[in-house]
């Protein structure tokens, strides 16, 4: 199985940095995804790694380090809209299917 | 519209009553999910279909619970002699396919209560 860990709640200042976290357990890391979503809506994709390092898109960037068992979302610029659960997802072994942790609600206030 | 979508959005059913949720994955995307979600949790994954097949039923929480997706398109998420237990929010994802790092793309789920 896999254990995925994350902050339950995050809160954070319009215009600043967050970093939002997620450790696992698994065997056979086979890539991580991080997802956005909005209460009462569907989560939508934001990023996936699978190598070790950084990967930045606009104002969000990921990073992974496969020793570890860790990664982080890191939003840059913070707007009152990025208040949203951000999912973390694992996937392992031979399967194709991400496992989700909780989720970390960010609130962005002004 | 280019989106995953699901019906109904909202389904209120009394227990031991059936439920179907149906799913209209992106045209073209082969591997379809289904994920069940309860507030202030993470989408808990109960099935896969690759194509027409169910390449992996694990996440099936017990023989009340059955899917389908007969022409490798739509597919129906079956529940029988429901639970109040069973109330949640229902997700349907479609990719590309099901290997590799293809994101999955979500519908916007059925609110399922069961009374």
């Known amino acids: 199985g896999q254990n995925i860990d994350q902050p339950t709640e995050m809160t954070a200042t319009e215009g600043a940095i967050v970093q939002i976290n997620c450790t696992y357990q698994?065997?056979?890391?086979?890539?991580l995804f991080w997802y956005q979503q909005h209460a009462g809506e569907a989560p939508t994709f934001l990023s996936y790694?699978?190598?070790?390092g950084l990967e930045e898109k606009g104002r969000f960037s990921s990073f992974l380090s496969r020793s570890k068992g860790y990664s982080y979302l890191l939003l840059k610029e913070l707007q009152m809209k990025d208040s949203a659960s951000y999912l973390c997802?694992?996937?392992?072994?031979?399967?194709?299917?991400?496992?989700f942790g909780r989720g970390t609600s960010l609130i962005v206030h002004p | 519209g280019a989106g995953v979508s699901q019906t109904p959005s909202n389904k209120v059913t009394e227990k031991g009553k059936y439920v179907e949720l149906r799913c209209d994955p992106i045209?073209?995307?082969?591997?379809l999910y289904w994920y069940r979600q309860s507030l202030g949790q993470g989408p808990e994954f109960l099935i896969y279909?690759?194509?027409?097949?169910?390449?992996?039923d694990s996440g099936l929480p017990n023989d009340r619970f059955f899917a389908v997706r007969p022409e490798g398109s739509v597919s129906t998420l079956k529940i029988q002699r429901t639970e109040r237990g069973d109330s949640a929010v229902y997700l349907c994802?479609?990719?590309?396919?099901?290997?590799?790092?293809?994101?999955?793309?979500f519908g916007p789920g059925t609110r399922l209560t069961v009374l």
């Open positions: 994802a479609s990719s590309v396919s099901g290997t590799s790092g293809n994101e999955q793309f």
């Open positions: 698994t065997s056979g890391f086979n890539g």
């Open positions: 790694n699978v190598l070790d």
């Open positions: 997802a694992v996937r392992s072994g031979g399967s194709y299917i991400p496992t």
């Open positions: 045209s073209g995307h082969t591997a």
């Open positions: 279909f690759q194509g027409t097949g169910a390449a992996d």
